[in-house]
């Protein structure tokens, strides 16, 4: 049980196009989701938060513009990355959790090469 | 604010040893939890293993079990026999009752595991 889903799992795109990655919880209503961006053999880093039907909360330091996130339903939540820069290049990873529960579960992320 | 700080960049341990990784934290949250996750090459994040604040008893799954210090804010993983398998980045984290569920990491560990 609690399993979440990514997906793509890897893409490329052009500088100044938009990509959209798409996290999924498969077994459970996701409350809560949240997006962390990661480098190379570093910690993870919270980009937002997300709530079923609310706005996100983005970090300090998260551009909300370049970073839209989509919380629809309890199922599942996207992150589009807009006009993508070489500098966006990362491996994104999406976690959920249900109720008041402060387990999370992941994703297995996503590998972003912007060219 | 919330920091979790691990102190070990990287350890090695030969197969079948026991290894520790070192975790200390600090909140001003009367409830919380820790979490040891592991992310091997795949990336994918990997629950290894929680511990309730309020619960005296340290936390064990299998070959891992935790040292949970409250007083001194340590919160240490020891792997028991270790294998080949155990070679990954391993995370604390924590979470507190203020931070509506969002995780503190600290900054990993890289632990290799040699035949």
């Known amino acids: 049980g609690a399993v979440v889903s990514q997906h793509p799992s890897w893409v490329i795109c052009k500088s100044g196009t938009s990509v959209k990655i798409e996290c999924r919880s498969l077994?459970?209503?996701?409350?809560?989701m949240f997006w962390y961006r990661q480098f190379p053999k570093q910690s993870l880093m919270l980009m937002a938060t997300?709530?079923?039907?609310?706005?996100?909360?983005?970090e300090q330091g998260v551009e909300k513009d370049k970073f839209l996130i989509n919380h629809a339903s309890l199922t599942l939540s996207t992150l589009t990355v807009t006009s993508a820069h070489p500098e966006d290049s990362s491996f994104y990873i999406c976690s959920a959790r249900t109720g008041n529960r402060y387990e999370q579960y992941f994703g297995p992320g996503t590998r972003l090469t912007v060219t | 604010a919330q920091t979790v700080t691990q102190s070990q960049p990287e350890m090695s341990v030969q197969e079948a040893e026991t290894v520790t990784l070192s975790c200390t934290y600090d909140?001003?949250?009367?409830?919380?939890?820790l979490f040891w996750y592991k992310q091997p090459p795949s990336r994918q994040m990997i629950l290894v293993i929680r511990q309730e604040a309020y619960k005296q008893q340290n936390a064990t799954e299998n070959r891992f079990s935790v040292n949970f210090q409250k007083a001194a804010k340590s919160f240490s993983l020891k792997i028991s026999d270790s294998q080949l398998g155990d070679t990954a980045m391993y995370f604390c984290?924590?979470?507190?009752?203020?931070?509506?569920?969002?995780?503190?990491f600290g900054q990993g560990t890289i632990l290799t595991v040699h035949p």
């Open positions: 997300s709530n079923e039907g609310s706005k996100a909360t983005y």
């Open positions: 984290a924590l979470a507190g009752g203020t931070s509506y569920g969002k995780l503190t």
């Open positions: 909140t001003s949250e009367n409830n919380y939890y």
């Open positions: 077994d459970f209503q996701a409350t809560t």
